[in-house]
């Protein structure tokens, strides 16, 4: 059997965090900021967690 390969994509987007969960960033982050309110950039800076539902399938890619 050959060697299950990581998503490399998936890699750069998604951390797992020590408790198991899966950490990811936030969308509309690259430019154009200036139309957002300073309350949404701040909000945007922190990470959030991906869905239990999605967690599986991501760690999967992760390996």
């Known amino acids: 059997m050959p060697k299950m390969k990581?998503?490399?994509g998936?890699?750069?987007r998604f951390k797992v965090?020590?408790?198991g969960t899966?950490?990811?960033g936030t969308a509309f982050?690259?430019?154009i900021l200036t139309k957002q309110d300073s309350d949404t950039?701040?909000?945007q800076n922190k990470?959030?967690?991906?869905?239990?539902?999605d967690e599986?399938?991501?760690k999967a890619m992760i390996n």
């Open 6 to 8: 990581s998503v490399k």
């Open 10 to 12: 998936a890699v750069k």
């Open 17 to 19: 965090k020590k408790n």
């Open 22 to 24: 899966v950490k990811r």
């Open 29 to 31: 982050r690259s430019h």
């Open 41 to 43: 950039r701040s909000k």
């Open 47 to 53: 990470s959030k967690v991906v869905a239990k539902v």
């Open 56 to 58: 599986k399938n991501i």
